[in-house]
């Protein structure tokens, strides 16, 4: 909760973005977080009951769009969704690892990564 103070990133739920960004604008109190949205410049006022509740905070700009998840600071659904976003719609990135583990988003069209030779020998294999 120490990390809820004014000017902190954080996520909040919507009904249709699922998550959206927004920030705290002045420090947590027991039980009531006020947050801005950044998409909107709503105000909003969160009703915390457990502290495991607290929204997700998001990672700084520096770590946005890294090809490794399991750089960021915090590694929850957000900030995965988020980071995946970036990648694949803002840079064309159709790879991201997780670790060992490799994350591709199929972008529906063909892109110019491979000759056709590898195109053809791998055709039909899926």
Known sequence: KELYTKGARIWVEHPEKV?????????????????????????????????????P??????LIGQNDLTSLSYLHEPAVLHNLKVRFCDRNAIYTYCGIVLVAIN???DLPIYGDETI???RGQA
């Open 19 to 55: 998550w959206e960004s927004a920030t705290v604008t002045s420090d947590y109190r027991s039980g009531v977080l006020i947050v801005k949205v950044d998409s909107s410049q709503e105000i909003r006022q969160i009703k915390i009951t457990d502290e495991k509740q607290m929204p």
């Open 57 to 62: 905070l998001r990672n700084p700009s520096l």
């Open 107 to 109: 972008p529906y069209y």
């Open 120 to 122: 053809m020998a791998y």
